[in-house]
């Protein structure tokens, strides 16, 4: 099998689990959301696997000077949800436009929508009023006359779930996927992963796979969204840890011998049935993690 064709408007991840599953679609199953409030302050370190519970979003957060702010977003819209097209730019409704099933074009508006309100909360500014400036690889960064103090953020998104990371000043990305039974774990791994993951991954329980696969898939897709080198970031160059039950860590990278002591990572458990993890340039630092309720912010 020769290796997915890429293109900028396809996810690393999507392209290649779904090229080792002809025909197979991701499903939507996101279940119920719950509006939970219990703290969920996550200090230098690593972050729990089980399910952390999340907190209602505050109304204005403080900038996230030596803190890092996580924020998961509903993408699917109930019945009576609202039209968020408002809040985007000329350039975002067309994007929308372009895409073929409602769903997707629905998913697209609300995750945009959700960043614009997230964003105007630390800048103080409209959601409507934010403007985007997009790196060579289509990372999007609000322009620097409405970012005096480098407001850094990343988007993630699998099957209904969005995850935004804000940071600032330091490169940060973020992961997060629906955790597939309908993988080829080891024959994915073997083409696109390092010697080392591979082999780890190889010694893995049956039962343990999927969680292993998924944990590392995203720490490498986070690592390359936080360095900015997307796509063409040789997969195979670097290695992470593999234990979705052990701390996050950045091994090695070939090219870059010191890299894994500027890196910091961290696992993300957003919901049941999904696992994500977050990379961060310098120290580890305390995360916050947040739920946005996006229809309830439109309503208001």
């Known amino acids: 099998m020769n ?44 972050m729990s696997n089980e399910a952390e519970p999340w907190r209602a979003a505050p109304v204005q957060p403080p900038f996230p000077v030596d803190r890092i702010d996580v924020w998961q977003i509903c993408l699917d819209a109930p019945d009576s949800a609202v039209d968020l097209q408002e809040v985007l730019a000329r350039d975002e409704i067309g994007r929308a436009e372009r895409f073929h099933f409602t ?40 322009v620097e006359d409405q970012n005096p103090q480098q407001l850094r953020f990343n988007i993630s998104h699998s099957s209904g779930l969005a995850v935004i990371a804000v940071a600032s000043v330091r490169a940060i990305g973020v992961d997060v996927e629906k955790i597939r039974p309908d993988v080829e774990y080891l024959e994915l791994a073997e083409r696109f992963f390092s010697t080392n993951e591979y082999q780890a991954l190889s010694a893995m329980p049956s039962n343990q796979l ?91």
């Open 3 to 46: 290796k997915p064709r890429l293109n900028g408007s396809t996810r690393f991840s999507d392209s290649c689990l779904n090229a080792f599953n002809p025909g197979v679609r991701r499903k939507n199953r996101l279940g119920r959301r719950e509006r939970l409030e219990n703290s969920s302050t996550v200090q230098s370190g690593s």
């Open 210 to 300: 999927a969680r292993a696969f998924f944990a590392c898939w995203t720490r490498k897709e986070a690592f390359i969204k936080a360095c900015g080198d997307g796509l063409s970031f040789p997969l195979s160059e670097f290695s992470v840890s593999i234990d979705p039950d052990a701390p996050a860590t950045l091994q090695e990278v070939r090219t870059d011998p010191r890299a894994a002591t500027r890196w910091s990572l961290f696992n993300l458990v957003p919901q049941e049935g999904f696992i994500g993890a977050l990379a961060v340039e310098g120290p580890a630092q305390t995360i916050e993690q947040w739920r946005f309720d996006l229809d309830a912010e439109s309503e208001g």
């Open 103 to 142: 769903r997707d074009r629905q998913h697209f508006v609300r995750c945009r929508s959700a960043v614009r309100e997230i964003l105007g909360r630390y800048l103080g500014i409209p959601a409507q009023d934010i403007r985007f400036s997009y790196e060579a690889n289509g990372k999007p960064q609000v």
